[in-house]
């Protein structure tokens, strides 16, 4: 017997330099401690690049994350990106379709779409509100890739639900556009630059009024310029560039009632109340 196959059998780990599998440099525990403490291991991503390797990437499954309520995993996506052409991972959220938890109001298998369109009309209203998210074929099959957000572990999410943080309204207003009927406060991830973002938005683009959230504080409030600038933009492109995207993603009645929805609120001038007749709050709030 050999040196090295005798120190395989007596020391487990001295074999693992050789047989670990290695994704874009990264060793399988790399990867596994970046799942255990949330990190996002590409660093700051460019939108556009983010998308790329969302689309375009090697998706490799990390763990199953256990706090979800669909088949939701931990990934990291690896491919090349940038000018450099340079190989990099990012760490990513992956939601297989057949994963999807069967809901009685929201028709079987369409989820994984919703949060896509959700991220498009993130994306056109120019609030950067869902990180960047896709649609495409997985190891568990056709599925929504998003990219994961570290989050900022200090900040106090009660506090800022407590405030007046600009973050947390525009989300306010973006929610009632896309008739958001699961605004949680586990949902709103802080970053470390002061910005908030939306995640789990898979309940959004029901025709019937169902906004569901945790986001109140500024209801019946008027919309300020800037907020029914976005909405009409938003209107606007619907008809155009946003709703030919929309298209493969949602009913065409889905995409019509979010026509009218975001007239509505332009036309009205405030954000809405909570309806009387039905929860107005998520359950569980967080
Ligand atoms: N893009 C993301 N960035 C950071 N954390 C995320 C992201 N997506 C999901 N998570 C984390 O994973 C948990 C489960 O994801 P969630 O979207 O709620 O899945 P599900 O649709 O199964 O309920 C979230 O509560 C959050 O902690
Ligand atoms: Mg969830």
């Given at each position: 017997m050999?040196?090295?196959?005798?120190?395989?059998?007596?020391?487990?780990?001295a074999a693992?330099?050789?047989?670990?599998?290695?994704?874009?440099?990264?060793?399988?525990?790399?990867?596994?401690?970046?799942?255990?403490?949330?990190?996002?291991?590409?660093?700051?991503?460019?939108?556009?690049?983010?998308?790329?390797?969302?689309?375009?990437?090697?998706?490799?499954?990390?763990?199953?994350?256990?706090?979800?309520?669909?088949?939701?995993?931990?990934?990291?996506?690896?491919?090349?990106?940038?000018?450099?052409?340079?190989?990099?991972?990012?760490?990513?959220?992956?939601?297989p379709?057949?994963?999807?938890?069967?809901?009685?109001?929201?028709?079987?298998?369409?989820?994984?779409?919703?949060e896509?369109?959700?991220?498009?009309?993130?994306?056109?209203?120019?609030?950067?509100?869902?990180?960047?998210?896709?649609?495409?074929?997985?190891?568990?099959?056709?599925?929504?890739?998003?990219?994961?957000?570290?989050?900022?572990e200090?900040?106090?999410?009660?506090?800022?639900?407590?405030?007046?943080?600009?973050?947390?309204?525009?989300?306010?207003?973006?929610?009632?556009?896309?008739?958001?009927?699961?605004?949680?406060?586990?949902?709103?991830?802080?970053?470390?630059?002061?910005?908030i973002q939306?995640?789990?938005n898979?309940?959004?683009?029901?025709?019937?009024?169902?906004?569901?959230?945790i986001?109140?504080?500024w209801?019946?409030?008027?919309?300020?310029?800037?907020?029914?600038?976005v909405?009409?933009r938003?209107?606007?492109?619907?008809?155009?560039?946003?709703?030919?995207?929309?298209?493969?993603?949602?009913?065409?009645?889905?995409?019509?009632?979010?026509?009218?929805?975001?007239?509505?609120?332009?036309?009205?001038?405030?954000?809405?109340?909570?309806d009387?007749?039905?929860?107005?709050?998520?359950?569980?709030?967080?």
């Amino acid at each position: 017997m050999t040196q090295p196959e005798q120190a395989a059998e007596t020391d487990p780990d001295a074999a693992k330099p050789d047989t670990e599998q290695t994704v874009a440099g990264m060793t399988r525990s790399a990867m596994e401690a970046a799942a255990m403490a949330g990190r996002q291991v590409a660093g700051n991503l460019s939108g556009p690049d983010a998308l790329a390797l969302l689309r375009g990437g090697e998706l490799t499954v990390v763990g199953r994350l256990l706090a979800a309520s669909n088949a939701t995993f931990f990934c990291m996506a690896s491919g090349p990106v940038g000018g450099s052409g340079a190989v990099i991972a990012a760490s990513c959220v992956y939601k297989p379709i057949r994963g999807e938890r069967p809901l009685y109001d929201f028709p079987d298998g369409t989820l994984a779409c919703r949060e896509v369109a959700a991220h498009a009309l993130s994306q056109a209203s120019g609030w950067d509100i869902v990180p960047p998210t896709v649609m495409r074929d997985g190891p568990f099959g056709e599925g929504m890739v998003q990219l994961w957000v570290e989050t900022d572990e200090s900040a106090n999410i009660a506090a800022l639900l407590d405030s007046d943080s600009p973050a947390l309204r525009r989300i306010a207003v973006l929610d009632a556009a896309l008739n958001n009927a699961d605004r949680k406060g586990g949902h709103l991830l802080p970053l470390s630059n002061g910005h908030i973002q939306g995640i789990d938005n898979g309940l959004c683009f029901a025709v019937a009024p169902k906004l569901r959230t945790i986001l109140w504080r500024w209801r019946g409030q008027k919309l300020t310029d800037e907020e029914c600038d976005v909405l009409a933009r938003l209107r606007d492109s619907l008809s155009g560039e946003l709703g030919e995207d929309l298209a493969s993603l949602l009913a065409p009645e889905e995409i019509s009632a979010t026509e009218r929805r975001i007239g509505a609120l332009l036309v009205h001038g405030r954000l809405p109340q909570p309806d009387q007749n039905r929860p107005a709050v998520p359950w569980p709030p967080y």
